[in-house]
């Protein structure tokens, strides 16, 4: 017998260690081999979605980009439409007046419009007609078109082949010509026909203004009359706003722009932007690390393109893609390294996941040989048996090419057939129960909606309502099943429904706000929605409209609406609400076969009333101002309070103005009716200026400005009657803008100059005195009166610079006066606005230390209305400009409001007796006696007497009689400049001696 030994189980383990260890060893060679391979895999797409996300990028960038160029371009060319129609065809709607002044100059003719929004150019030998009308109807057409087209654009202009510009704003034409490459841009080819049959707007290239001193693009539209190229119109519009549109840059990507001759227009990661730049650095800007990747783009003319480059050491991918308007390229750029950091992480992530996985490799082989039959056929057991007691759940067994494997796979099938079944089967009971679940849920839902609810079929008619319909219209469930879906609507409303079901037919669906019909005749305004209700197949079964009730809100808007449109104490229009009604009377009068008149007037003295009978009283009186207009004007009219006692109407259909006159009688008579005012009784009246339309004006704004001097130009005459606009109210207007913009001028050009009108003692025939007179000589318009510029430097404030100036100039006139020998006395008006500057003692300090003035020497003359204002803070005023040591003087003394109890204690040294009572002088007895009690008043006060106005020896030799002695006037001399005095002194003497 042979003795066998059992096998030995060291024997056994040791083969399936070393077994798993080679297998491991195999795997874990293989796995790195693998990591590598998916690693790089990883890395090429990796860069290729970093590219993709880059052309999304700039696709992106500049589908936005071209969206705005094209909006832009929209503009511009439906301006060039609009210029072309009023200009240059006989179709045009634009006004027949006169144009702003049109200077000529060295072949040149310009103008600046009116409003100061536009100016014009031309040059020639001659202004033809139609350039002035072309003037004129460009004026107009830029008023209008100019203001909105601005804030798209800084620039918007029109230039013809005849060297016509039109310009707005005017800067490029106030002090210079226009640059001869604005002329020159009607050769550029694709202005042409030829090469722009389609006739559309180009795109110029970026170049430097350097009015502006900007980095501009423009937008040149051809223009063409009867099919003949005559010129273009141009927009420009900033670089800098234009780049502003682009995506902003980030710490990820970087974007750059240049254009078709590869000069880089903006680099802002880098730091680079045209629109920066100044005209001094207005060389091309050059990036040499980008200077291949712009040369390979722009020489494949491909629409995209796709590079690398090195910037600063560090690599880079680029996506490049073409913006047709402008033949310009935008670049999206990111740095190469950090699209594959993440990868880099992955790396090592990688190689230690592998490393384990060897580990675990070589210890589940160990274990898969020690029980490769054993632990399969057990686990098979297990399962057969779990799978018989209803464990569904079970795992599904291992399979292999073994029998074992063939019959786990078996197992699984079978497993895996009955678990469906039984799975579908309790699918099937739980989708039931939800279903029926969320049908009830449902059906109770739309059953206690707040919102009103209908359903029809297919073809509108109705199958079901809600509770909350019924209470809404107070119908039964009756009135509703089987009638028509829009029978719901309001009769009211009846020009909607043929709107809604237009919609339904076409669209299937309608949103939007309607009144319901009710059994109650109250509104029902709700917010109305109908939508179709599709099958799976997507046809359509029924509709569903819901319906949410939104009376309050319509009751609100109302309440608002008469809030924001309505005056709340009268009750009438408020301004807001005149404006809608005016522009609609425009817009009605311009197609023609429509007039109006337009009523501007406030309360006479109404600020009397209000101040003496309190404020309640002026609300009372206001409010039966309103109900006797609202009773005797028409209610198609528009009445409205604009503010305070302010008040306007539009008359509707008046065309005439004996119309408008009949109206402003009806006003009047119904103003000056009394009005009981409690225990008061008042009479008011109104000044009321009146402008028709559309015959003074087709603009707003100057129907209003109309208006407004036509009530100022009624006050003027003396209140409580009206007054039609007329051009000449334009045109005072116009020539007190006028004067106040040259007057700012004239002040920095100095063209002002002082003359001199002795004061003669007419006992000795010596010069006592001067008074400084200052005169303005106007480089186009020669002398202009102080009567007109005058009141306009008191009201802008501008008198107290020019007056600060008169002082000092007439100061060092005295001086120079003095070291002649002469008298150097010096008498100088002061205005209001100056005696009430917080600067002026100050001033007139500073002047007499400056020009070594004897204080004594120096006659301030006022008047006595400045005085009377606040009596008070002018005797403190009076007192500091005394203790300065100079001379007071009350000028035109008799004409004003002062007391003698006022004027006793004002610190004056002198009177002057005003010229409207000298001038009559013997003629007029009670001037003669009035300027005798002057004198004698004056000579007890102890004060100096001066007439002014004297003219004639009668008027001398009064003067003397009533010992008056100082005398000013023509008869003597008038206002003289420096140069002259000497002259009149000399004749002065010789006159004396005969």
Same mark, same amino acid.
């Given at each position: ?492 409303? #009846?020009? @909607?429904?043929? %709107?809604?079901?237009?919609? $339904?037919? *076409?669209?299937?669906?309608? =949103?939007?706000?309607? /009144? ?123 009445? #409205?309070? @604009?503010?305070? %006692?302010?008040?306007?109407? $539009?008359? *509707?259909?008046?065309?005439? =103005?004996?119309?408008? /006159? ?333």
């Amino acid at each position: 017998m042979v003795n066998r030994r059992p096998p030995s189980r060291f024997g056994a383990n040791s083969l399936s260690v070393k077994l798993s260890m080679l297998i491991s060893a195999v795997c874990l060679i293989a796995g790195v081999f693998a990591a590598a391979l998916m690693l790089k895999s990883e890395e090429r797409q990796l860069i290729y979605e970093e590219y993709t996300e880059l052309k999304r990028i700039s696709s992106q960038a500049v589908h936005q980009f071209s969206q705005y160029l094209d909006l832009k371009t929209s503009l511009a060319e439906q301006a060039n439409i609009v210029v072309a129609k009023q200009l240059f065809t006989e179709q045009t709607l634009l006004p027949e007046q006169s144009t702003s002044y049109i200077d000529e100059k060295n072949g040149e003719f310009r103008s600046t419009s009116k409003n100061g929004l536009s100016a014009a150019y031309l040059s020639g030998d001659t202004l033809k007609e139609k350039d002035r009308r072309l003037f004129s109807q460009s004026e107009s057409l830029w008023n209008i078109i100019a203001p909105p087209l601005l804030q798209d654009f800084f620039n918007f202009y029109l230039v013809t082949k005849q060297n016509f510009v039109r310009i707005a704003p005017p800067n490029i034409l106030l002090n210079s010509s226009p640059n001869s490459a604005l002329f020159s841009t009607h050769a550029l080819p694709l202005l042409r026909e030829e090469l722009n049959p389609t006739r559309e707007a180009i795109w110029s290239r970026v170049h430097f203004d350097n009015v502006w001193n900007k980095w501009v693009i423009s937008i040149l539209v051809p223009l063409y009359n009867n099919e003949q190229y005559v010129g273009f119109t141009g927009t420009d519009l900033e670089l800098k706003t234009l780049l502003s549109h682009l995506p902003a840059p980030d710490s990820k990507q970087g974007f750059v722009i240049f254009d078709q001759q590869g000069n880089i227009i903006a680099a802002p990661n880098l730091g680079v932007q045209r629109a920066t730049d100044t005209a001094s650095s207005a060389q091309a800007i050059s990036i040499p690390e980008l200077k291949n990747v712009i040369e390979s783009a722009l020489l494949v003319k491909l629409p995209e393109f796709q590079d690398e480059f090195t910037l600063g050491g560090e690599g880079h991918i680029i996506n490049i893609k073409q913006l047709k308007q402008l033949d310009w390229y935008i670049g999206v750029y990111k740095k190469r390294d950090l699209a594959l950091s993440a990868l880099e992480e992955l790396k090592v992530k990688f190689f230690g996941l592998f490393l384990l996985y060897a580990l675990f490799v070589a210890l589940l082989l160990h274990q898969v040989l020690y029980q490769l039959v054993l632990g399969r056929i057990n686990l098979l057991v297990n399962a057969v048996v779990g799978f018989g007691r209803g464990q569904w759940d079970m795992p599904s067994m291992p399979s292999s090419n073994d029998e074992i494997g063939q019959l786990n796979a078996s197992f699984n099938d079978m497993s895996e057939e009955i678990k469906k079944l039984v799975t579908g089967l309790n699918q099937r009971i739980t989708e039931k129960e939800i279903a029926e679940k969320a049908a009830n849920r449902l059906s109770k839902a739309v059953s206690f909606s707040g919102t009103a609810v209908v359903i029809t079929n297919e073809h509108f008619q109705i199958e079901y309502v809600n509770p909350k319909m019924l209470e809404m219209t107070g119908f039964e469930e009756g009135h509703f099943l089987s009638a028509p879906l829009l029978s719901i609507i309001s009769k009211e409303m #009846a020009i @909607l429904v043929d %709107d809604i079901d237009i919609d $339904l037919r *076409s669209r299937n669906y309608w =949103r939007g706000d309607t /009144m319901l019909a009710g059994s109650d005749p109250k509104p029902i305004w709700v917010s109305l929605s109908i939508s179709p209700i599709r099958e799976d197949g997507g046809q359509i079964s029924s509709y569903v409209a819901s319906a949410q009730d939104i009376s309050f809100v319509k009751e609100s808007q109302r309440k608002m609406e008469e809030l924001a449109y309505f005056d709340t104490l009268t009750g009438l229009a408020n301004r807001t609400f005149f404006r809608m009604q005016l522009r609609k009377s425009m817009a009605l009068a311009e197609r023609g076969h429509y007039a109006f008149a337009l009523f501007y007037f406030d309360l006479d003295e109404f600020k009397r009333i209000n101040d003496t009978l309190g404020h309640d009283a002026g609300d009372r009186l206001l409010v039966e101002v309103a109900e006797r207009l609202k009773l005797r004007l028409r209610s198609e009219d528009t009445i #409205a309070r @604009l503010g305070g %006692d302010e008040f306007a109407v $539009l008359l *509707s259909g008046i065309d005439k =103005r004996e119309n408008a /006159m009949e109206v402003a009688h009806i006003i009047q008579r119904t103003l000056n009716k009394p009005i009981k005012l409690g225990n008061n009784e008042v009479i008011v009246s109104a000044s009321i200026g009146i402008t028709m339309a559309p015959f003074d004006s087709k603009e707003e704004e100057q129907l209003l400005k109309h208006a407004d001097l036509a009530m100022y130009e009624a006050k003027a005459k003396g209140r409580n009657t009206f007054h039609f606009y007329s051009q000449e109210l334009d045109a005072a207007a116009n020539e007190r803008l006028y004067i106040e913009n040259e007057l700012r001028q004239a002040i920095k050009a100095k063209q002002f100059t002082l003359f001199y009108q002795p004061q003669v003692d007419c006992k000795t025939m010596n010069i006592v005195g001067y008074e400084a007179l200052i005169r303005w000589k106007h480089p186009e318009k020669g002398m202009i009166p102080p009567t007109k510029f005058i009141p306009i430097a008191e009201a802008t404030g501008l008198i107290v610079e020019l007056g600060a100036w008169v002082l000092e100039e007439a100061c060092l006139f005295s001086m120079r006066l003095q070291r002649q020998g002469r008298s150097g006395n010096m008498s100088i008006n002061l205005s209001a606005r100056q005696f009430k500057d917080a600067h002026l003692i100050d001033e007139i300090s500073d002047v007499l230390q400056r020009t070594q003035m004897p204080a004594e020497k120096l006659h301030l003359e006022l008047t006595e209305s400045m005085l009377m204002g606040d009596v008070e803070a002018a005797i403190t005023q009076l007192h500091q400009m005394k203790d300065l040591g100079v001379g007071l003087s009350i000028d035109d003394f008799g004409t004003g409001y002062s007391s003698l109890s006022y004027l006793k204690r004002f610190p004056v040294d002198s009177l002057k007796v005003d010229r409207s009572f000298v001038k009559d002088i013997p003629a007029d007895s009670n001037d003669m006696e009035i300027t005798a009690a002057i004198i004698a008043m004056a000579q007890k006060l102890n004060l100096q007497v001066v007439a002014e106005g004297v003219e004639t020896k009668e008027q001398v030799a009064f003067l003397k009689r009533n010992n008056c002695y100082i005398v000013q006037g023509y008869y003597y001399s008038p206002p003289l400049p420096e140069h002259e005095i000497e002259i009149f002194r000399a004749q002065l003497q010789d006159s004396a001696g005969n």
